[in-house]
């Protein structure tokens, strides 16, 4: 099993949670497990991706220790062997968990120090990290540190940079700058794009990201408006990372039966399938193959075309 896009912070262990406020004496809105969990994970009338970001609030404000990094990159490592995963790209924003004094350098050699823990505990799973820039204002400097470090760890476990955050309201086209300085390093690229409805945030945001050497792309889910486009990701062998049950929680689609992921597939896009966020989202890889069999029709045959196509597309060979 496969997984190419998988969140670290919105796939934290609500125990873990609980245990690392502890530890760094934070206090929490709540001590109990099921009231945590609840602010942890997109309520089902979640009514935008805007408003589903938030939910990363409390998980980002626990990761501001190489402790609490490294424990949480491990557990993920774990929790994915537990699933039969054996083969995961781990993606997450090390700028995130520099509000304590964390330099990202630091940040992501405590996230490389998990993972590779987890690995060694775990060997039948290989995993990768990419590094997320952010979408948002004044946020420049930080994207390029973030793509300095992933220079300086590519091939030690870092295998790529993406992009993520708003994507409505900070379009891709403003990170021009940053893609040329990863363009200029050969980092290869995967970009979050097509996640959102929205004039800047659709097929044109999509061609954006093709423009700026994504490989793949994170959702692209709207490129279902575009016939052009559609084309076009086939002819240039584009995989999309799609994550249905959160396409459904941002209110991309209006219901899971209503995807448009096996209308890509059939006109012959290399569509994946993913979690996103295990917790946030309340899903895995299997919860995500069975909505696949039950509400959208897809054959068992077409879910190991799918895992082919994810195989293939993997930045680590």
């Known amino acids: 099993m496969i997984e190419l896009h ?3 912070d919105g796939s934290l262990r609500v125990e873990t949670a609980l245990d690392l406020a502890k530890i760094q004496n934070i206090t929490l809105p709540t001590e109990d497990l099921k009231e945590l969990r609840n602010l942890m994970e997109v309520p089902e009338d979640c009514p935008t991706l805007h408003e589903c970001l938030k939910r990363f609030d409390l998980p980002i404000m626990l990761l501001q220790t190489e402790m609490a990094i490294e424990r949480v990159s491990f557990e993920l490592v774990e929790d994915l062997h537990k699933l039969g995963v054996t083969y995961a790209e781990i993606r997450f924003a090390p700028q995130f968990s520099t509000e304590e004094g964390l330099t990202q350098d630091q940040v992501v050699a405590a996230a490389i120090k998990g993972v590779k823990r987890g690995m060694e505990k775990y060997p039948a799973i290989r995993c990768g990290l990419i590094l997320c820039c952010m979408r948002g204002a004044d946020i ?3 994207n390029l540190e973030t793509v300095e470090v992933a220079k300086k760890y590519m091939g030690d476990i870092v295998c790529a940079v993406d992009l993520a955050g708003a994507e409505s309201l900070f379009p891709t086209k403003m990170f021009e700058p940053v893609f040329a300085k990863v363009k200029e390093y050969g980092i290869p690229v995967t970009i979050h794009a097509g996640e959102a409805i929205g004039e800047v945030s ?14 793949r792309i994170g959702h692209g889910v709207m490129a279902i408006e575009d016939e052009t486009l559609i084309q076009e990701l086939i002819e240039k062998d584009i995989t999309l990372e799609v994550c249905v049950t959160s396409n459904y929680h941002t209110k991309l689609v209006p219901s899971l039966k209503e995807h448009p992921i096996k209308q890509l597939f059939d006109a012959g896009v290399r569509v994946t399938f993913n979690s996103d966020n295990m917790i946030v989202s309340n899903t895995n890889i299997h919860k995500e193959i069975e909505i696949l ?3 959208l029709g897809f054959t068992d045959e077409e879910i190991s075309t799918m895992q082919k196509y994810a195989r293939e597309a993997t930045f680590i060979k």
Do not use: D, N
């Not at 659709?202 to 490989?215: I, N, Q, T, V, W």
């Open 140 to 142: 420049e400097e930080k």
């Open 293 to 295: 069999k039950t509400q």
């Open 202 to 215: 659709g097929p044109e945001s999509m061609r954006k990201a093709l423009e700026y050497g994504a490989k």
């Open 6 to 8: 998988l969140h670290l």
